[in-house]
């Protein structure tokens, strides 16, 4: 697996998350049509889709020097066409077609 092939399973994956709760919202009002208040399911929701956004900004990072590549994960795992694609780390200039090598702990 290349990291490119880990940053795009990656942040499908957040982008699943939020867009699950983003639709917990309109659903939150359609199941309160008996006047229930819809704060739970609705704060579940946001909370969801919030977590999605800042996770995408702040944990998706570079495997080889743990920069936040941020919106850039957007454009690395959705490249439809007109744009340059993505093809190295910003920062540490690693090609994304290298091998993913997950990190290594140290006991």
Known sequence: ???????????RRILAIGVGGWLLLPLSAIV???????????VVGVVLFGG???????????PKCRARLGQLSGEIAFHWGTR????????????????????RTVR
């Open 32 to 42: 309160s049509a008996d006047h229930e208040p819809p704060w739970p399911l609705a």
């Open 84 to 103: 340059a694609r993505v093809n190295f780390c910003p920062y540490c200039g690693v090609s994304l077609d290298a091998p993913y090598e997950p990190p």
């Open 1 to 11: 697996m290349s990291i490119r092939d880990y940053l795009k399973r990656r942040t």
């Open 52 to 62: 999605a956004v800042l996770s995408m900004l702040f944990l998706n990072r570079c």
